[in-house]
């Protein structure tokens, strides 16, 4: 029994590194606020191995998050919730103004810049979801994004 135990915990020690390779994120950011301010965006570049889809971001400065996309619709451009970002097998989707992007709301604290802030990605790949631990760095508002 104990033999058993110690080869599934040691599979699923060397099986978690394997997931976690199949998405890489690459320059997260979060945009900073001003004092008061109660929302702010956070953008990235995430790249997937196989098909995946983002479905949520959690972190612990705001009371909810959403992601987003900006589109035109006629003449005006609109931001709407969407309910998951795809991910296509080995194609890089930025998250950037004017584009995809995850709103934070209900700020716990000012974001200010130089500090960081801790992302949780949701992905989901293959009916099965896994969870993708980040930092993103803060940007004051009058730097221009990378």
């Known amino acids: 029994m104990k033999f058993r135990l110690s080869m599934l915990f040691a599979a699923m020690l060397f099986a978690a ?5 199949q998405v890489s994120v690459t320059e997260p950011w979060v945009r900073a606020t001003v004092p008061g301010q109660k929302i702010t965006g956070a953008f990235m570049k995430i790249t997937s191995k196989a098909d995946a889809k983002l479905v949520d971001v959690r972190t612990p400065i705001a009371g909810v998050t959403e992601i987003h996309e900006m589109a035109m619709i006629g003449d005006t451009m ?3 919730q969407i309910p ?6 080995g194609a890089a ?3 950037k103004p004017g584009g995809f992007h995850v709103m ?3 700020l716990a604290a000012q974001a200010k810049e ?3 802030v801790p992302l949780t990605l ?3 790949s293959g009916g099965k979801q896994e969870t993708i631990e980040i930092s993103a760095e803060v940007r004051s508002l009058k730097r221009p994004a990378r």
């Not at 590194?17 to 390779?21: D, E, S, T």
């Open 17 to 21: 590194p394997a997931i976690h390779a």
């Open 78 to 80: 609109r931001m709407r």
């Open 84 to 89: 998951n970002l795809p991910l296509p097998a």
């Open 93 to 95: 989707v930025e998250l």
């Open 104 to 106: 934070l709301f209900e």
């Open 114 to 116: 130089g500090d960081t």
């Open 122 to 124: 949701v992905i989901e």
